[in-house]
């Protein structure tokens, strides 16, 4: 029989790759990525001062966190994060469910939450600035702006695609509404609430860094800002760096939040 | 009122409004009884009612025209004194079985120790002893919904109502299954009303079959299996075998295609 390609090719067609080719080929990605990098700047192909090399951008890095005091920069960021992260999904979290669960309610804040969503958040920032002055505030309020209408529409819509049998079931055991809601709509919908929040947070960084390259005087973005004036390109590269690993952190925590809040999910 | 029917439907209809003004008539003017203790079947043609009667039991839907009365009583909306087993998996996966079985023993205020006891039985008689403690999703489909059953019985209803309970089972599971109805309604004090559309299923399970015809749905014919003489029988092959059983399986076949000629 004639095989599309043979089963030795590397590229075959829509077939899973083994663990170890998919471990070997995101790795071997980066190590060119590097190798580029390194051999662009050694062989002078690129501007020192624009690009600096990668070696030079890790140890300033280090040099970062371990002489300048960088760490209360990451921790101020981190908090607010977290801070407006967890404030927009007590807002978010109890609001979505109970849209999903009644339209009635739905029907009221619906068509008000989701026109806020066409708004982009940093078109406040002017404005949260005159309202909340320069401190922590205006920060966090333009991360829980960011985040919370697209946080509540999501929440809605994952509980609205609860099964309409899992709520009959309880309804015919004799539950009540508060009932159906609290222990068959919440728990059914709980794990993807949870992957909601893993990606609204990406995106609750995205607005972070805006916030700190636009009006802060602390946290990894002002020190980005700070950088740029004395032309530090490799304190810019190291503070990029840091955003990235904190996002991937974060991301990967939500991750195994995941798996170990919800073992059901997985199949025997 | 009669004293022996833990269910009466009298003269029930049900339009769907469908928008722009039109209605559906999905249900026009049955009237039936099922006796306490009894396992009475609905039969008939897709699209005939069947769902929507057991809907309007269970009080998931309102019933356009008539009434319909449990144990005496009227009742307004869904309730713990008629449980119902849908087509569709319905277990709350992120609880065991034993928590899926306590589920409505627990939200209506049975004692731990209670519902433990009431549990453990439940979940044995439908075979799933070994499975307390497993979660719905390392179950097969035919185990997941003996766990739907047992949720149910366990939590004590006056009629029990199944949508075709087992048609997404594989035939094997589907007889165990009807096996195991006739049982609980044997060791159980619980009525039970059963859609299905398959005949063999009908007869083996049925103290009384309510043939309805469609579009829309009406009574067609009430039949009570003469050849089981009022007694149950435990096994399919046995029932098969049964002087009269074939004649009442002709007859209807001979409904069932009087109604999907009236389609054409
Ligand atoms: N919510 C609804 N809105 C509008 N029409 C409906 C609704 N539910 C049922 N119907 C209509 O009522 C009629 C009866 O439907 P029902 O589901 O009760 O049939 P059934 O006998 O259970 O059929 P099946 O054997 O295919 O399950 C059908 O014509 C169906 O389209
Ligand atoms: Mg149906």
Known sequence: MAQPSSSKSFFRLRKPVSRRQSLISGFAIWLVFFAVWIIASAAGLVNELLVPAPQQVFGTTYELFAERGFSSDVLISISRVLIAFAMATAVALPLGVLMGSFPAIEAISAPFISAWRYLPAPSFIPILLMWFGTGEAPKLALLFIGVIFFLVTLIMDHTKNVREELVETALTLGASRSVVVLKVILPAVLPDIVVALRQMLAMAWTYLVIAEIVASTTGIGAMMMRARRFLNTDEILAGIIIIGALGMMFDLLFAALHRWAFPYLRKA | ?264
Not at chain 2, 30 to 46: D, H, R, T, Y
Not at chain 2, 169 to 193: G, I, P, S, Y
Not at chain 2, 216 to 226: D, F, Q
């Open chain 2, 1 to 264: 009122m009669d004293q022996n029917a833990a269910l009466e439907i009298r003269h029930v209809g049900k339009s769907f409004d469908i928008g722009r003004e039109q209605s559906l008539q999905a249900v026009s003017d049955v009237s039936f009884k099922a006796e306490k203790n009894s396992i009475c079947v609905l039969l008939g043609p897709s699209g005939c009612g069947k769902s929507t009667i057991l809907r309007m039991i269970a009080g998931l839907e309102t019933p356009s025209a008539g009434d319909i009365v449990i144990g005496g009583r009227n009742f307004d909306g869904p309730g713990r004194d008629r449980g119902m087993v849908f087509q569709a998996y319905t277990s709350f996966d992120w609880l065991t079985v034993r928590c899926n079985v306590e589920f409505g023993m627990k939200i209506n205020g049975v004692s731990r120790k209670h519902r433990r006891e009431r549990a453990a039985h439940f979940i044995d008689l439908v075979g799933l002893g070994k499975f307390a403690d497993a979660y719905p999703s390392q179950l097969s489909g035919g185990m997941r919904q003996r766990v739907a059953i047992a949720r149910t019985l366990a939590n004590d209803p006056e009629v029990l109502l199944m949508d075709e309970p087992f048609g997404a089972l594989d035939a094997e599971t589907r007889w165990l299954m009807q096996e195991l109805m006739v049982e609980v309604a044997d060791k159980t004090n619980t009525t039970m009303v059963i859609v299905t559309h398959d005949l063999e299923e009908a007869i083996f399970l049925a103290d009384k079959i309510i043939f309805l015809s469609s579009h829309p749905g009406r009574l067609k014919e009430e039949i009570v299996p003469a050849f089981k003489q009022g007694q149950r029988i435990g096994e399919k092959e046995q029932a098969v075998k049964m002087a009269g059983y074939s004649e009442l399986e002709a007859h209807l076949m001979r409904l069932m295609r009087e109604e999907g000629r009236g389609l054409e």
